[in-house]
């Protein structure tokens, strides 16, 4: 065994404040490498969007950020999200946004530790699955939506995990269908809540079947369908009725967009980053379970550990759901096997107030600390894909060099610094933009393939950002109808005909 009476008596007295590690370790990361949040493009164009309707007091309903789809219908599924970063970014600039989304991110390993500790499990186990489970999340720590499903997937595991020991249910049943009304304006992931719900009612519904005649036996089946119908129902209550059922679910079933989106694709386990090591950390600590002969697993356990794992292995950006499934179930199947008391999951520890009290001082520490001594803390989403010097001469000569061609990934940058003085060609709404334009006429352009100059000609395209080195700029020398005006680190610009 692992631990003794006396290592059991001090696991007894209380949650310990190794959780509130785990959030400041996050925290100090950030705290050193404060560009870390905006490593996705995507945050420019959130911000645009959040600004843009504190300006015009309404939802958008159609994009204003491009030229190639200028005016055509557009659904702003993540719109409460980028309400608030605006909000945030207007009290504090970017400094602020960075900080919240770091705390919001934070929070997810430190919650699976506190809730760990409290229902039994060893302080050391419950910390080092909630450190994996951070590692993972580092692959995904942008100040975007996405950090909300995490947050709220991990909050929903942990109501349906409490629902059938309850005293009052019908709290938690309805706790869960306003986290998913919540859920369903901040980002489109509230899917995955509703893939929970249903791993959870499934295994109760065969638990129940298989075991036997016991009282109420079927009774917890029925709570998880209560909650189930609940996280349904307060989905509808987002300014764009089904249509954003309709969205979401068209997102997930385009295949094609892992032709083009690295976040879809499957997991290259050779790619040697420390997140996907992680991910083979904990799953050879669940397949360990078997050699040790732990305890049997519940089998909603087995189940939600098999679905989304079915998830993980298809698109990357999914790993961290399945560590958010895998990493209470493993510590508290090890617990039992080291300290072997089986009181993992089945009596919660008192002390938890000290532990949230602590993250909570960390918190408002944190935010000030930013706000009076991050002067290092990033003030602009440009300097990491497009530089200062590129943004002044697309400002400088805009009309010169509009309508512009860019690389995708420059285009959230592009619309959260130089809009609207510059409409992009694309920016990272992929699903927006649709598989007939970014593989019939975007990725033949950006790499020179046959015919890219009518996709040009077609868009009446007179200047191109690019990266150096990219085979559309040797492309566009190679023509004689386009001159190089700038080029740097980051960046070149080309612009159609001889440059003055």
Known sequence: ????????????????????????????????QPGLPLGDADTGWHLATGRLMWAEGRIPDEDPFSHTRAGAPWLPHEWLFQLCAAGLEKIGGLRLVVAACALLLACVPM???????????????????????YVS???????????????????????????PRAGRPAILVAGAGALSALWANLHGGFVAGWLLVGVF???????????????????EAGWYAAAGLACAAGTLLNPHGLGLHRMVFHILLDLELTRYCQEFVS????????????????????LGLG????????????????VFLVIALGTVRHVILWMLVAAPIAARAWNDVLVGDGASGERAVAGGARALGCASGLAVAWLAAVMAFGSHFPRTVVGRRISEATVRVLEGR????????????????????????????VDGRADFYGDEFMIGEYLPAINAGPGFERVLDKYGVRGVLLAPARPLGAALE??????????????????????P
Not at 12 to 29: D, K, N, Q
Not at 138 to 163: G, K, N, Q, S
Not at 271 to 284: P, T, V, Y
Not at 291 to 306: E, K, V
């Open 201 to 219: 009612g499934s295994g109760a519904l065969f638990e129940g079947w298989r075991g036997g005649p016991r009282p109420g036996r079927w009774r």
């Open 137 to 163: 999340m580092l692959m995904h720590a942008y100040a975007r939506p996405h950090i909300v499903t995490y947050l709220f997937f991990a909050i929903l595991w942990w109501l349906l995990e409490d629902l």
């Open 111 to 133: 919650l699976t530790a506190w809730q760990l500790e409290r229902r039994g499990v060893d302080r050391r186990l419950a910390f080092a699955s909630g450190f994996l489970l």
């Open 1 to 32: 065994m692992w631990t003794g009476p006396g290592d059991r008596a001090s696991r007894a007295r209380g949650v310990s404040l190794l959780p509130v590690l785990l959030m400041a370790c996050h925290l100090a990361v950030v705290w050193l």
């Open 478 to 499: 190679a023509t004689g109808r386009w001159s190089l005006i700038h080029r740097d680190a980051k960046n070149e610009i080309w612009v159609r005909g001889r440059a």
């Open 291 to 306: 050699a040790a002969r732990g305890p049997r697993m519940r089998f909603r356990d087995w189940l939600a550990i098999s």
């Open 267 to 286: 997991p290259n386990f050779k790619s040697g980053i420390a997140s996907l090591r992680a991910f083979e950390i904990m799953l050879l600590a669940l």
């Open 398 to 425: 805009a009309a010169e060099l509009m309508p512009l061609f860019n690389q995708d990934d420059f285009g959230g940058d592009l619309i959260g610094a130089v809009w609207p003085k510059v409409r992009v060609f």
